[in-house]
């Protein structure tokens, strides 16, 4: 079979991958519907021999090094529809496979989400909007004066990679200052974005709204702490669509309590869903949704388009966009 539908949840790719998708990748590379997963790849090796392309998304099956030699040696493609590469893609690369990701299909509804949470919070909507469901009107009149809107005012990007860098595209919209805090982002790249780079310290300082986007990595693991959070302007808010693991969330809790008057939004937590009990349940200035930004619904079939996309590229030796590398691994989400 040259090209198979590989991965452990066998109803995701049929999801991912359209009837359309599918009927041309068909046409392209004589895929069938057939999804397998690894234990059956592992009864099977034989099957497998003259598989060239993979093609997979959430639920991608692990494979070591020597697995991949063993049982796919003539492999040259992973498409994965899907974001998020590290958990798999080093073994494949390692053997001389291009490893493909829809990182940037998902990073769009990602952006979409934020950006709409970043307007939402700029207007004040989170405290007011609980003041006045609960019949709390002079309360919610009162907090209504407390937020500046989105006029001049400034957000802060924690991370410009791909998800970062379209919010801030997006937010050009906007009459809004931007600042970004990311290590890795150059002073070109920073002019042509039309952002102001700085210090974590002064994102929270001086921004009303701060979105994280940083990479996962154990460099960034607990990165946003305490000091922080109790840093954060009067009435301004915290969105968290990278991971929950990069925030201390004992401190956030804290601070919380603290601080009564600001926000957080969190689409992710470490785990996912927050422990039963956890204080992220009870505290009124925590808003939860259940890791809603990225692709959901239809949006989920952008990132099958996209490996279409760049499977046609390739067998065109076309100018590829969204191959992934060993490099790019040490700072991409």
Known sequence: MKAVFLCNDKNNPMRIYSQAVRDELKELSGI??????????????????????????????????????????????????????????????????????????????????????????????????RFQSEGKL????????????????????????????????????YKLKVKVFDPFLSDEKAHNLGVEKTSLEDIFSSCFVISNHLADNKETKGMLRKKHFQSMREYSAFINTGRGAQVVESELCDVLRERADITAILDVTCPEPPEEGHPFYTLPNCILTPHIAGSYGDEVMRMGEYMLVEYKKYLNSEPLSYEVTLKMLETMA
């Open 138 to 173: 002079k309360e919610a009149a009162r907090f209504k004066e407390c937020y500046p809107g989105s006029f001049g005012e400034a957000v802060g990007i924690i991370g410009a990679g791909m998800i970062g860098s379209l919010v801030i595209e997006m937010l050009k919209g």
């Open 32 to 129: 069938e519907n057939t999804v397998f997963s690894k234990d059956d790849v592992l009864k099977n090796t034989a099957l497998f021999k003259d598989t060239e392309f993979i093609f997979s998304t959430w639920g991608m099956p692990v494979f070591s090094e020597e697995e991949i030699k063993s049982i796919f040696p003539r492999l040259k493609c992973v498409f994965y529809g899907a974001g998020t590469v590290q958990f798999f893609a080093r073994p494949f690369l390692n053997c001389g496979v291009k490893v493909f990701s829809s990182w940037a299909a998902n990073a769009v509804p990602v952006a979409e989400y934020t950006v709409a949470q970043i307007i939402l919070a700029n207007k004040g909507f989170f405290m007011t909007s």
